[in-house]
Structures are given as C-alpha cells and as structure tokens.
C-alpha cells in the first residue's frame, strides 16, 4: 500500500526508504510487521511510561468502551472525569483545584495560557496579556504554544507570525539572575511564565537545577505573575518523584499534564488549576465563563485509561523502581564519558543523555540507523542522543540498550 500519511517530525528523504509498520507492542518493546523487535527507548514520544499492553490499564479501556465511550464536558459529568479530576487535585501539594481537561499535550498548555490571560481580564487587569517561557523552551506545536516556547530548530518558519515579547534566558550555571531581571522589568504586562520544570526535552535534554524553579515560584508570586508548570514530559515519575516540581518544593499555579498521565493508552491531557484562579471565572454579576474546549475533553475512555495507569503507578511503585533503574542507567552509562566523541553525559531521573561533539552531526543518522538496524529505537536530538525508556524497563533491557548505544557511538567515533 502506498504511504499516505503526512508524517510528523520526520524528515521526507527517510520516507523514501519506508518504515517499519509497527502491530503489536509489549513491555518495552514494539514488534514490526516482519516480526521484528524493537526497544522503544524513547517510550513513544515520551508517554508509554508503563511499556506496552499493561493488562490493567488495557483491561480499563475496554470496559469502559462498552459503558460510555463519550459524553462532553461542558454542562455534564460522568464518573471517570470527576473520579480524575478529584484525584489530579490530590497529587498537587494544595489541592484546592479544579481541572480542565484537553487531549494531546499543547492543548493543555493552549487552555492554561488562556486561562491565564483571562484570568487577569476578570479581576480588571487586562493590560497583563504577556505570555512568556524559557529560550528554546517547548510546550507543543500549536500556535499559542509557539508563542511561550519556540524551539528555533523546529520552528522558524513561523517567526514572523508568532510574537515573543521577552523570554527567560536558559539559566546556565543555574544562575536565576536574568529571569529576574525580565520578570520585575515587565510584570506589569506579564500575564504569565511557562516552563518545562528541570529539563528542556525537545531542546535537547537540557537541564537546569530545582534550585531555579523555586526562585522562579518565589519571584513569580512576588510580582503576580502566574507560574505555568509545564509536566506533559516530565511528570508521572520520569525525573525520580511524582511532578519534576516537586524537586523544587513548589506549588505551581497551573500544571499540565498530558503523556504520561494515560500511560501513553489514549489522547488526554489536563490542566490544573488552583481554585484562586478558577473561582474568577464566575458569570456573575459579569460572564467571566471560559469559553475555550475541546470535543475530547475529559473523554471517558481517556480518563478511565489515566484512573488505571495511576493505580498502577501506585500499586507497582513505578516511581521508585525509576529512582532504583535510574541510578543503574548513570552508572552503566558513566563510562561513554570517557569517548573522544563525546562532549558530555547528563542526567535527570529516567533520563539519561549523551550528547555528542558538534562534529559528530554528519554521522548522526548513520548511528540511528544502525541502533534501528540492531532493534532499539532511538530518536537523537541534534547531536543529542538519549535514553527515556518506559520506567518498567529491566535490568537486561536497559543495560543493553546502553551497550549497543556505546557500542554503535564507538564505531563512528
Ligand atoms: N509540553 C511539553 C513539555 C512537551 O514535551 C510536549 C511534547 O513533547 C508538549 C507540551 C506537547 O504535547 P503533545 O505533543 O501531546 O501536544
């Protein structure tokens, strides 16, 4: 059959070559077609953080499929959505929350944005419109998320359409002096700060120390700007603790969630939101209504597959089996530090990074290919290439992965 699909993130003279077609997945792995196996290192974009089949949260999907497969959000309920929504509330250090849901990761950050923006115009302060994040920060692909977070390698076609009125610089060396800066400088306007907490992923694993996050909570709650906890990548255990913010001891105004949250099992994201934000969204005496939603918004399928994954992440200690494998993968991945072609290793919890010379960057593809060749699946950024595998990855798994990685990076080197 020819190839129809428009794909993603896929540069167009590997679709020439043609793809392996994945069907069936288990564990941490994904089988092809021709029965080939291959490690899904990157756990499918960042989301399959329990592997494949999880036989308790497939077995909550289907059960609820022959209940009630959709019933919307907007002036209705159904049990799994308010089940959810109490249970997201209670994972947040205060949980006086409500939470409005969406279905892929950046339309999450779209309804945060907008709630932050709207939340100034209700109490009257609508000169407070400014939306701004980390420099190459990253909060999704539409238009709105472009806006707070622009990775220039993905997203320059669109610079002239999308406005940045300031941006926080990466703090380097952790130094939060120059968020500062930009913070007290336009408080006035800003209407809230995106980040992606302790690690720029698609910027390339770039990582930054708690330390910052809380000076940047503090600092934001100084000048009444509204802080934005970016968690589509970083939540549900990846960085060794439930949220990544809860390294820095913070408690976010609004925090987004999205992959992970389902296990990667179905679209559903969400946006939590304290109640002092929430409550001045009333109608009266003026409509302050949100008018903002998304036909899958707290879809029963989706929160039946997030209320599974969530037992499951309890009831396994998918959390602290991370924290015991992460510190395997640092020390199993320490000795690739010692290459000539290696600039530098990092790591945050289930994340472990290799980021190679500047030039290294011709031989990128052919290292990707050959690891795709010996079944692992992994996708470099830029010179970057990473281990985020489903936190249920084994001891045999993982380590070798990271064999054929050194391996594979050996032989071009
Ligand atoms: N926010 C962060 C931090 C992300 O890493 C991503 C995706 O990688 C998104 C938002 C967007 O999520 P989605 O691709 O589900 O729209």
Known sequence: MKNKIFHPYTPFSAIEKGFPNMVRGEGVYLFDDAGKRYVDIVSSWWACALGHGNPKVVKAIQEQAGVLQHSITGSLTHPNVLALADRLAGLMPSPDRHTLFASDGCSAVEAALKIAVQ??????????????????????????????????????????????????????????????????????????????????????????????????????????????????????????????????????????????????????????????????FSDSPEDHTFYHGNTYAGHPIGCAAALAALDVYEANGTVEHGVEMAEKMKQWMLPMAELDCVKELRFLGMIGVVELKPE?????????????????????LGTVFYLMPPLIITDDELRSSIYALQQTIEEFC
Not at 233 to 245: L, Y
Not at 360 to 380: A, C, D, H, N, W
């Open 119 to 280: 939340y100034w115009y209700n109490l009257g302060r609508t000169e407070k419109t400014w939306l701004i994040g980390m420099d190459q920060g990253y909060h999704g692909d539409s238009l709105g998320a472009l806006g707070a977070g622009f990775v220039d390698d993905f997203h320059k076609p669109f610079e002239k359409i999308v406005s940045h009125p300031a941006k926080l610089p990466f703090p380097l060396n952790g130094d939060f002096t120059a968020s500062q800066k930009v913070i007290e400088k336009h408080k006035d306007q800003l209407a809230a700060v995106i980040v992606e907490p302790l690690c720029l992923g698609s910027a390339g694993m770039k990582i930054y120390p708690a330390d910052y996050l809380k000076q940047l909570a503090d600092c934001c709650a100084t000048n009444d700007v509204l802080l934005i906890v970016d968690e589509v990548a970083m939540g549900f255990g990846r960085t060794g603790k439930r949220f990544a913010f809860n390294h820095a001891g913070i408690d976010p105004d609004m925090v987004t969630v999205g992959k992970a949250l389902t296990a990667g099992y179905m679209p559903l994201s969400a946006c939590i939101v304290k109640d002092s934000i929430y409550n001045t």
């Open 360 to 380: 290294m960057r011709s031989v990128i593809t052919k290292i990707k290919q050959s690891l795709f060749e010996q079944g692992y699946l992994f996708r470099p």
